[in-house]
């Protein structure tokens, strides 16, 4: 998130606090999301450039309190952006200390791979990785609108609708101004990569969720019936919870718990837009909810996506391409709490059905987490067959990872993603 932050922060001629956006949601508060947007598409495009020139024209060595990202995105302004034009506040007049060495450097890397235009130095250095030809998935909000109606709005904006999609290749080969249907949701729209529809009227009013493929799965597998009473044990942001209370058609009741108050905070605003009123937060420890609290006794589905490392979010890998693996001692901790979370959560007692995601690409937090709690409930539960026609499966850890699936912008043209889906086995009478 952390090039996002420092994009808003030039934008804004303020101090970036690396670290301190949650993805868009930080940056719709921006009155041209639009041009934040393609402010960061543009510096990670040339991400390869530029941090060859900043290396050789010594720019982080020289400030020290610079950060990378922000160093990044104010090198991309200077050297092949439209310049500062008032923007920048304090870092213009750094940048202005070093805009000789580094123009000279741009030149000097020019002139080294024998090309004579800024846009020839991407066909010469690192080609695109597979995050950023991810397509944009966008999620109709079935509360209040259909796929029907979306599609004509799109082709009556001068769309090119190209019907229901039947391969991966068809995803991958979009371009311009032409959208598909998904072929495994039906309220699910796929665009070209890079498409920008944060300022889209449909989605301003809520008619439209801008949630990667992988994202929609967990509700879906997890599928409970209109009418249902169903907890969302980690929600925030809440594109999840949504999703649940468009299968639910708002009739039923969703228990919705996060720690972070500003998250739920969002939230709120969130279900609010998308018409969900079918959902109840509470900002609360699910660790601490009570599995015989009267309340919850209707509880037969529980969708819990906790905490992770988040190393298969697509923001990371478009942002730090080649970043390894989180450490050993987080790894830990985080699996942990995720082992512990899902413990509790076998235990409510009329749980006839619950998925476990993570947006992680980690054994540690997916197939290991997955096998410890298995073997912690005793034979209650079983994993059951998740989508058996999914190319990416679970790692052959234990007997039925299998069942469990995995996604990535390598196999499924979708951010990094792991799912399991554990159905209470029945006890004969």
């Not at 919870?241 to 708002?250: E, P, Q, V």
């Not at 605003?269 to 006794?297: H, I, K, M, N």
Request: glycine share 6%; proline share 5%; hydrophobic share 40%.
């Amino acid at each position: 998130m952390a090039l996002y932050a420092a994009a808003a922060a030039v934008l804004a001629g303020v101090e970036s606090r690396q670290g301190s956006l949650k993805g868009l949601v930080y940056a719709s508060s921006f009155q041209n999301v639009k041009q934040l947007y393609a402010l960061v598409c543009e510096t990670q495009r040339y991400s390869a450039v530029l941090d060859a020139v900043i290396t050789s024209a010594g720019l982080l060595r020289a400030e020290k309190k610079l950060r990378p990202h922000l160093a990044k995105v104010l090198v991309y302004e200077l050297l092949l952006g439209r310049g500062f034009k008032g923007r920048g506040g304090r870092w213009k007049a750094l940048l202005d200390r070093h805009q000789a060495r580094l123009k000279a450097e741009l030149a000097r890397l020019k002139v080294h791979r024998g090309v004579s235009r800024n846009e020839d130095l991407l066909e010469v250095g690192s080609k695109p990785g597979p995050a950023s030809q991810v397509p944009r998935f966008v999620r109709v909000n079935t509360l209040k609108t259909c796929s029907e109606d979306a599609i004509d709005y799109f082709k009556r904006q001068g769309f090119s609708y190209q019907g229901r999609a039947s391969s991966l290749e068809d995803l991958g080969a979009l371009k311009g101004k032409c959208f598909l249907l998904d072929s495994l949701l039906p309220e699910l729209l796929v665009f070209p990569a890079q498409t920008d529809l944060h300022e889209h009227p449909l989605y301003q009013a809520g008619h439209l969720i801008l949630q990667d493929k992988a994202s929609c799965l967990p509700a879906m597998l997890l599928a409970p019936p209109p009418g249902s009473h169903v907890i969302d044990a980690c929600a925030a942001p809440g594109n999840k919870t949504s999703h649940l209370a468009a299968l639910l058609k708002n009739q039923g009741k969703i228990f919705a718990f996060d720690l972070d108050a500003k998250r739920l905070a969002s939230m709120a605003t969130l279900l609010t837009r998308a018409g969900v009123s079918c959902c109840e937060l509470a900002e609360q420890d699910f660790l601490a909810v009570s599995p015989s609290d009267e309340r919850y006794r209707q509880v037969q589905y529980i969708l819990l996506d906790p905490s992770c490392s988040g190393s298969g979010m697509l923001t990371r890998q478009l942002e730090e391409p080649g970043a390894g693996v989180p450490s050993k001692e987080r790894l830990r901790a985080l699996a942990a709490f995720q082992q512990r979370v899902l413990s509790h959560a076998l235990t409510f007692p009329a749980l006839q059905r619950l998925v476990y995601s993570t947006c992680s690409l980690c054994q540690e937090e997916n197939e290991d987490v997955v096998q410890a709690a298995l073997q912690q409930s005793s034979g209650a539960f079983r994993l059951a067959p998740a989508l058996p026609s999914w190319p990416h499966r679970g790692i052959s850890t234990f007997p039925d990872a299998g069942h469990c699936l995995r996604a990535s912008p390598e196999t499924t043209l979708t951010g990094g993603f792991f799912i399991a889906v554990f159905e209470r086995v029945e006890v004969p009478r």
